[in-house]
């Protein structure tokens, strides 16, 4: 009994956080939230055993704590639930008494933040949707969060990551050689990422003539089509960096379908905005500095087995960027900003990391990382279907188009890391690499 009363007190006190102390403001219309359903949302492990919710489209900016009592009633928000379902599942679970009244305040305030599928997150969704495409540029959406929000510190922050002793020294851009033909490079945050982040573009200016740059990111929300543009210029604390629309122009030319109907995941996505910081901080001073930003994401099913190159969209894409790509010759250079494997109780594997586990990992890393740098796409893509993308290596699709589309003879691994979370009993792997070729291919 005391554990059932604890477990109660636990759901009354994160409710009455929820409702007396207003963290989500005003309600929405629970009318139609008989059978509630919540959005794709993140569930992340937090210390003292909470549970952190967030909106990883960025349609709700708010973060959710709650106890695993109350995670368990949110859970059952799927859309088949009745109020009666989700009452009748806690009193089971917990043999505790769950009064409807409760659960649907529960509703009103996940749908008053935009938690839940429902006529006010639709109505929000295409205000925002008109809002973005209305700006004219992509404004920056992780100042302040994953690097610093004024130019003066963010520039002191970026100096400081190639300065550090496991950097490669500042970038010199004075002679480079032209030989790169393709740059990888994380898009972990930058406290953990930054040494690799610096090596990447070490290389780049040492050995990269180009001044427009194709970043493919990651689109890390669902999308309709594998491939999502912008032609809008990227926002940063360090100014604005032009994207090239002559070359989108071209592109466009090639292609059927609209590979703009994805445009709002660029909002919020950070995968493109970290390799413009860099590129700014390079090249920020050149007029010239253009960028091409391209979010991917290919359809789960491909993961689980298939040929990848009869995906036709995939393969329209791919084959209208390489043609663009040979358009414009050395003057174009391609960037993948991914990171590799995520294992962990945060990406919902019920593990305890070891020193075992992450030698296992960096050995399944390394094998990867060999076949990405011999160039073959067919085989990298192979590998990640035959384990059927356990280790969740989030930059597949960047890096398979990357593969596709450079004319590279050579590839070497710049660096390889792990960030590791004790806290949530989680790790990230990133790498740096590059890709070379002849001079004047």
């Known amino acids: 009994m005391v554990l059932l009363f604890s477990l109660r007190l636990?759901?009354?006190?994160?409710?009455?956080q929820i409702l007396s102390k207003g963290l989500f403001g005003g309600y929405g219309d629970p009318a139609a939230m008989d059978y509630p359903k919540l959005r794709p949302v993140e569930a992340l492990p937090t210390q003292n055993n909470m549970i952190c919710l967030r909106d990883p489209q960025g349609f709700s900016d708010k973060l959710l704590l709650i106890p695993p009592p109350l995670f368990f009633v949110v859970s059952l928000f799927d859309g088949s639930h009745s109020v009666l379902d989700i009452q009748a599942e806690y009193t089971s679970r917990f043999g505790e008494l769950l009064?409807?009244?409760k659960v649907r305040e529960i509703i009103e305030r996940l749908d008053d933040a935009l938690f839940l599928e429902s006529e006010h997150f639709q109505q929000a969704r295409v205000q925002a949707v008109e809002q973005f495409r209305s700006a004219v540029v992509r404004a920056a959406s992780h100042a302040g969060v994953s690097y610093e929000a004024q130019p003066e510190t963010l520039t002191g922050q970026l100096q400081a990551l190639f300065a550090d002793p496991e950097?490669?020294?500042?970038?010199d851009t004075s002679s480079p050689?032209?030989?790169?033909?393709g740059l990888i490079a994380p898009h972990i945050d930058l406290p953990r990422g930054g040494a690799c982040f610096a090596r990447s573009y070490?290389?780049?200016?040492?050995?990269?003539?180009?001044?427009?740059?194709?970043?493919?990111?990651?689109?890390?929300?669902?999308?309709?089509h594998p491939f999502a543009l912008t032609a809008k210029d990227f926002q940063t604390p360090l100014g604005k960096v032009v994207t090239d629309r002559d070359f989108l122009g071209l592109l466009e030319t090639f292609c059927k379908t609209d590979f703009y109907e994805d445009e709002f995941c660029h909002r919020s996505e950070h995968s493109v905005e970290f390799q413009v910081l860099f590129l700014q901080h390079l090249y920020g001073h050149e007029d010239r500095l253009r960028i091409v930003p391209i979010l991917c994401s290919f359809p789960p099913e491909l993961y689980l087995g298939g040929a990848i190159s009869v995906h036709s969209e995939?393969?329209?894409?791919?084959?209208?960027?390489?043609?663009?790509?040979?358009?414009?010759?050395?003057?174009?250079?391609c960037i993948a900003g991914v990171d590799l494997?995520?294992?962990?109780?945060?990406?919902?594997?019920?593990?305890?990391l070891s020193p075992e586990l992450l030698r296992e990992v960096e050995t399944k890393d390394r094998a990867m990382i060999n076949t990405i740098l011999s160039g073959d796409e067919e085989a990298f893509f192979r590998g990640i279907q035959e384990e059927q993308d356990r280790r969740n290596v989030c930059g597949v699709p960047a890096i398979y188009t990357l593969l596709r589309v450079i004319a590279a003879e050579e590839g070497k691994l710049l660096r390889y890391e792990q960030a590791v979370d004790p806290a949530t009993q989680s790790v990230v792997s990133f790498m740096a690499g590059a890709f070379y070729g002849d001079r004047n291919p």
């Open 99 to 101: 009064f409807s009244e």
């Open 314 to 333: 995939i393969e329209e894409f791919v084959q209208a960027l390489s043609k663009t790509l040979a358009k414009h010759g050395s003057g174009v250079c």
């Open 341 to 352: 494997s995520h294992i962990g109780q945060r990406f919902g594997q019920n593990l305890e």
């Open 10 to 16: 636990q759901v009354a006190y994160a409710l009455q």
């Open 177 to 181: 050689t032209g030989r790169l033909r």
């Open 202 to 224: 070490a290389e780049l200016a040492r050995e990269c003539t180009a001044r427009t740059f194709v970043i493919l990111g990651i689109a890390h929300v669902p999308t309709k």
């Open 167 to 171: 950097a490669p020294g500042l970038p």
